[in-house]
């Protein structure tokens, strides 16, 4: 599916829900997750995933043809084929969906270079990814590499580079990847690759098209074929002073699951190590995530934590959070020494953290929501039930970082594309939802 088919279909459901022919309820659950994949001899192929969604598009096909001429410019007829039948017919555009799909940025909004402390341990990766996004000429170090355990604020700075640039220079194209996705994308590519064309060419060219490409994770980028394509990418965007910025679990020269001559590649530019945070950092990322509730806690309590949990700042915050909530639940005055000390003791569900996996934060959320395994995984569409599959799936990502692929498997073998418009969907009710955000709260705490 060309971007522009992509531009076209979603102006015309732009129209037609601001037209108010649908309701808000019909509109977001089906109308609005059709594809429009080509357009042949004037016939619109317009791919549905639901037999509902085709009956009620059916009752208003002239109003959709109408609307969609207007955006193409000449008369359409449409034809609505469902979603799996179109996917067998041509793999090939189907990859170049879901390429379009992973390539539409959501950055997390509460990851700003606002919300990041800064301290010794992060100053210099904090001012490299800020001098990244003003250089307009070209890159003064590229790649620029950050490494550091895992909950340092590598991901964090990645999506401050992409909600600064998204609104400080809006025409700078932004590619981001999760390398885990990266690989899931390039096998489907090569398992379509069909006689309409080299599909893999294709993945490579939309990734070319960017001035800035963050990939969080390199670590992950074991496949040998996907390693490959990555290093024509990744030479060609550094011939065309595009950015790269790349972080790692691991330093680089122990990133032994990488071919030689790409490790040796990212040597040429900057590496940048984030270590754990002091203890005034720990203190003050405690007191940005407490802003305007400091008074429920005691500034010793704080010191605790920054004093035991800052190997982790995702640990930090989950004990934090843990704390608050507990608190919610028995209603002290504050929360002190004495307090804390009884509830941060408490069995969370998962007993260590490195046991955690999906089926550990889908176990959470069935407890929390009261739902049974095949609730989640199954097909309901009741407003609790999706939230409770959303929460499952953003969890996945940001405590685990799984593939949405991956994902999918284990929340009822959903395609990948439906994970990822569901942890889209978790940012958003994130932002606007307070009780989902809660929610999302109280389970990581109980994760952690
Ligand atoms: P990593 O990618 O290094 O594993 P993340 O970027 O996912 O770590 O960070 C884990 C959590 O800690 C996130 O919620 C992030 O916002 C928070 N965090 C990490 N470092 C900082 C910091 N310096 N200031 C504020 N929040 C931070
Ligand atoms: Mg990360």
């Known amino acids: 599916m060309p971007a522009t088919f992509d531009r076209m279909w979603k102006k015309s459901l732009e129209k037609i829900y601001n037209s108010h022919y649908f ?10 997750k059709t594809t429009l994949f080509k357009i042949e001899n004037n016939i619109a192929y317009i791919a549905y995933k639901s037999s509902i969604t085709k009956a009620i598009m059916e009752q208003q096909l002239s109003l959709f043809e109408t609307t969609l001429q207007e955006e193409y410019g000449s008369p359409i007829k449409i034809h609505l084929i469902e979603q799996k039948e179109m996917e067998q017919m041509i793999p090939e555009v189907v990859v170049q969906q879901k390429t379009n799909i992973l390539l539409e940025n959501k950055f997390n909004p509460t990851y700003t270079f606002e919300n990041f402390i800064e301290g010794n341990s992060n100053q210099e990766a904090y001012a490299a990814c800020f001098a990244a996004c003003n250089q307009i000429s070209f890159p003064a170090f590229n790649p620029l590499m950050l490494y550091g355990n895992s909950g340092l604020g590598k991901t964090h700075l990645l999506h401050a580079v992409g909600n600064y640039l998204a609104a400080e220079r809006p025409e700078a194209k932004v590619i981001y990847m999760y390398s885990g996705d990266f690989v899931s994308l390039l096998i489907e590519a090569m398992r379509a690759k069909s006689i309409h064309g080299n599909t893999v060419d294709q993945v490579k060219q939309q990734l070319l098209d960017c001035d800035y490409f963050l990939i969080d994770d390199i670590q992950n980028l074991q496949n040998s074929a996907s390693q490959e394509v990555f290093f024509t990418v990744y030479n060609q965007l550094i011939q065309k002073n595009s950015q790269i910025i790349i972080t790692s679990d691991i330093h680089p020269h122990d990133l032994n699951n990488l071919q030689n001559r790409l490790v040796s590649r990212f040597s040429s530019g900057l590496a940048i190590n984030i270590s754990k945070p002091g203890f005034e950092t720990s203190k003050a990322i405690l007191k940005k995530k ?25 640990n930090l915050e989950g004990r934090l959070n843990q704390l608050i909530f507990q608190s919610t639940l028995f209603n002290p005055e ?11 003791g408490k069995e969370p569900i998962v007993e260590k953290r490195s046991e955690l996996t999906i089926r550990s ?53 959903r395609d990948h594309t439906t994970i990822q418009s569901s942890y889209n969907r978790a940012c958003e009710l994130i932002k606007k939802d307070k009780a989902f955000a809660t929610a999302i709260d109280q389970i990581k705490e109980k994760l952690t």
């Open 361 to 413: 934060i889908k176990k959470a959320v069935s407890q929390f929501y009261g739902l049974s395994y095949s609730d989640i995984e199954g097909k309901s569409r009741l407003k609790q039930i999706m939230n409770a599959r959303h929460i499952c799936v953003y969890l996945s990502r940001e405590m685990l970082h799984k593939p949405y692929m991956q994902i999918g498997q284990e929340l009822g073998k």
């Open 290 to 314: 407490l802003e305007g509730r400091e008074d429920i806690i005691s500034d010793d309590v704080l010191d605790y934590l920054a004093l035991t949990f800052s190997n982790d700042v995702r």
């Open 23 to 32: 309701n808000d309820q019909d509109f977001k659950s089906w109308i609005s």
């Open 334 to 344: 504050i929360i002190d020494m004495k307090f804390a000390m009884e509830h941060l």
